[in-house]
């Protein structure tokens, strides 16, 4: 990666400066190399004549001069300078940059594929929600976050594994069977009113007619017996089936789906790290209850464990689950990407990690925040189908799963968000999303009318590339590795899709500033064979590029639209 390279270019100047007696044998801080936010500066620039000032003691500009002196050469590099108030600002070679194209062509599909140094095993938990109800458009903002950021972390050299949290166990799953067999008894001419604090969407009239159809009277008990366990277990695997079939409408996939429920078999992992907690001395039993003692931990107050009428609460269950990520599978790095509502689980969660003999600066909890359905300016609230909540399959029905994945992205994790549906449908410049894959598109088209006249990229000599809309498309391509390696350490995708649209426009320009193919518009600009091959090389790199950050993002690339 050449920031890697000028870092390490740096370095040696600064060892060199130091053995000639030019600079004090001082301990060098890290080399930091960055991007100038002006163009013009540089393409990337180093601030350590400032970071050296009072170890060594002499004026930032002198210091830069002297590292400049030092620089070994070296073919990435055209030029390096000295600017106020002490910086080196580095220019690429225009014939490395060139040469870049077939460096990404030879690469393909793989291009910004990294290698880790550590190679970490990570798990990333996303979405997770429970089984009672369909998925939420605000569900799918977690969905696209969590497998961008396992595609990321793949790309980034790490071994990664995508999991769902299935939960199928507790007061929620008793409520969920007790409304599920009033809808199914009342399928059968009973007069069964749905619980107070049952679930009201259609839906569950929907899955009980479904398991009628596909078990018949099974599950009728005689009338006042209470639900049977049976039908509430059905219904679950029902209501599964179902978010499993809508993530994958979305370009969603998982390694594994946990069930919580597993976490309750005789001799389990839930005894299993009740005792674990009693004997690190962080159990408390009072008011009939059992408390997680947290304020020994640090946290203001204490947690129950276990009701006082024996059953087990959500956050239990939750760190039984997370003893296993951490503990009894050993995942070096565990991300769980939750909705904002669940703010204040964070920072017992990680207070438990610590009560069980966990580390918890391995987990890293992401939030979320919901996503508001505009419609001509309009909040949309409700679904017809769910009754409190629009739904996640709704919105990829009418809008597309690119378009969804799309603008799920667009934002950070922590921002609200307002998904405008009018414009992710329309098919204009003004949609980021067609944009991008219209770009995409172009470079196929231009490709296939290259090779009708028996043009291909294959032979071009990519050092003809000298025109400055040529080597800014260069330029930006070969920011995506860079841009890998940062999504994967700070753990913010919404970076990918601003790269595509920055990819997409720069391409544009480099479409309308030159003539790629003889044939292709009115121009007085004379361009040769070796040209337009050269060209052709540029447009197949893009073309690799734009498909990659797609293929990131969950995203098809098409070539026709």
């Given at each position: ?418 998904f405008d549906v009018e414009l992710a449908k329309r098919r204009s410049s003004e949609n980021p999303v067609f944009y991008v894959q219209y770009a995409h598109a172009r470079t196929a088209s231009v490709l296939e009318k290259g090779a009708e006249d028996g043009l291909t990229p294959e032979g071009g000599d990519v050092r003809l ?97």
């Amino acid at each position: 990666m050449i920031r890697d390279r000028i870092a390490e270019l740096v370095k040696q100047a600064a060892h060199a400066a130091q053995q000639a007696g030019d600079l004090p044998a001082v301990a060098l801080p890290e080399v930091t190399i960055e991007r100038p936010k002006i163009a013009e500066h540089g393409d990337y620039a180093t601030n350590l004549p400032l970071r050296l000032q009072r170890a060594v003691g002499g004026k930032p500009l002198e210091i830069a001069a002297v590292l400049c002196r030092h620089l070994p050469a070296d073919a990435a590099l055209g030029k390096a300078e000295v600017a106020p108030p002490g910086f080196i600002n580095f220019r690429l070679d225009e014939g490395w940059l060139a040469d870049q194209v077939n460096e990404v062509l030879r690469a393909g599909e793989r291009y910004a594929t990294l290698e880790a140094s550590p190679r970490k095993r990570v798990q990333v938990e996303f979405v997770s929600a429970n089984p009672t109800g369909p998925l939420h458009v605000g569900n799918g903002r977690g969905a696209a976050l969590g497998s961008t950021l396992a595609n990321v972390l793949a790309a980034a050299g790490h071994d990664v594994a995508t999991e769902y949290y299935v939960n199928d166990a507790g007061t929620q799953i008793e409520t969920f069977t007790r409304t599920l067999y009033a809808r199914y008894e009342q399928l059968f001419g009973r007069a069964s009113e749905i619980p107070r604090d049952g679930y009201p969407g259609a839906y569950m009239a929907e899955i009980a007619q479904q398991i009628k159809e596909q078990q018949g009277e099974r599950f009728l008990l005689p009338p006042g017996q209470p639900a049977p366990a049976e039908i509430g277990e059905a219904g679950i695997e029902l209501m599964v089936d179902q978010i499993r079939a809508d993530l994958t409408s979305l370009n969603v996939h998982y390694d594994a789906w946990f069930r919580e429920k597993t976490l309750y078999e005789e001799g389990g992992r839930y005894e299993q790290t009740i005792r674990l907690l009693r004997e690190r001395g962080y159990i408390a039993e009072r008011e009939g209850a059992v408390w997680l003692t947290s304020t020994d931990l640090g946290e203001d107050k204490d947690n129950v464990l276990v009701r006082s009428g024996g059953a087990p609460t959500y956050f239990a269950s939750d760190i039984a689950y997370h003893r296993n990520k951490l503990l009894e599978r050993g995942f070096d790095q565990v991300i769980d990407i939750w909705g904002a509502d669940h703010q204040g689980h964070v920072s017992r969660l990680k207070a438990a990690v610590d009560a069980i003999g966990g580390d918890p600066a391995v987990l890293t909890i992401i939030l979320y925040q919901l996503v508001t359905l505009r419609r001509a300016g309009e909040a949309v609230r409700l679904s017809k189908r769910a009754g409190e909540i629009v739904t996640m399959r709704e919105v990829i029905d009418e809008v597309g799963a690119d378009a969804c994945r799309f603008f799920f992205l667009l934002r950070s994790a922590d921002s609200q968000m307002d998904f405008d549906v009018e414009l992710a449908k329309r098919r204009s410049s003004e949609n980021p999303v067609f944009y991008v894959q219209y770009a995409h598109a172009r470079t196929a088209s231009v490709l296939e009318k290259g090779a009708e006249d028996g043009l291909t990229p294959e032979g071009g000599d990519v050092r003809l590339l000298r025109h400055p809309s040529e080597l800014a498309l260069i330029r930006k391509m070969i920011q995506l590795p860079e841009l890998v390696r940062t999504v994967s350490q700070t753990l913010e995708p919404h970076h990918l899709p601003h790269y595509a649209i920055d990819l997409a426009q720069t391409f544009t320009a480099f479409y309308d500033q030159v003539r790629v193919l003889g044939r292709e518009k009115d121009s007085d600009e004379a361009i040769t064979e070796a040209v337009s091959r050269a060209r052709l090389a540029l447009v197949a790199a893009t073309q690799v590029v734009l498909a990659r950050v797609l293929t990131l993002m969950g995203m098809s690339a098409p070539e026709r639209m």
